[in-house]
């Protein structure tokens, strides 16, 4: 016997299902140019930190609703400038998602997208990696080995967001 749930098939019922395309879409880019520069393994938390700093990157700077497969080499300069070290992603990020809660908040509805991408903020925010400590040496002179030397559990989007911004530029 078939199971029969509350909703219709029809879409009346309310119970149709949104795909999140732009988030998704917003995610492959990320996943392909982070594959593309070989930086880290797919399989590492580093990557993935990586991956949700510029899917949300790229999700965010979206303001017209329109992730295009053609405009995404036209975007990289946005996505350099908002990933760049001397900028204020974190504020960026907050201001970005607030409004865009505010214009689909009149819609009584949530956005499977936004949905995601809080998901991805959540999680780059309150992860934590264990990093190299680049403060604790001094004078900025060369670590001896990759698993050598002092380390510090770092934000997971302040190892993702440096990641990210090279893994554009290598593109």
Do not use: C
């Not at 295009?68 to 900028?87: F, H, M, N, P």
Request: proline share 6%; hydrophobic share 40%.
């Amino acid at each position: 016997m078939l199971h029969r749930g509350h909703e219709g098939t029809d879409g009346t019922g309310g119970g149709e299902l949104t795909v999140p395309m732009a988030w998704l879409y917003a995610e492959y880019i990320a996943d392909e140019l982070l594959r593309s520069g070989d930086l880290m393994p797919p399989t590492s938390f580093e990557f993935r930190a990586g991956r949700e700093a510029l899917a949300l990157t790229i999700f965010l700077s979206d303001t017209d609703g329109e992730l295009s497969g053609i405009r995404v080499v036209t975007q990289l300069e946005t996505w350099l400038s908002l990933t760049a070290y001397d900028q204020p992603w974190q504020e960026w990020v907050r201001e970005r998602m607030a409004e865009i809660t505010a214009e689909t908040a009149g819609s009584g509805r949530r956005a499977p997208d936004l949905e995601l991408a809080e998901a991805a903020w959540r999680w780059l925010r309150e992860t934590e990696l264990l990093a190299p400590d680049l403060n604790a040496v001094p004078g900025g002179g060369p670590v001896v080995g990759e698993d050598e030397g002092p380390k510090v559990w770092t934000p997971a989007w302040q190892l993702g967001l440096p990641l990210g911004h090279l893994a554009i530029h290598l593109f």
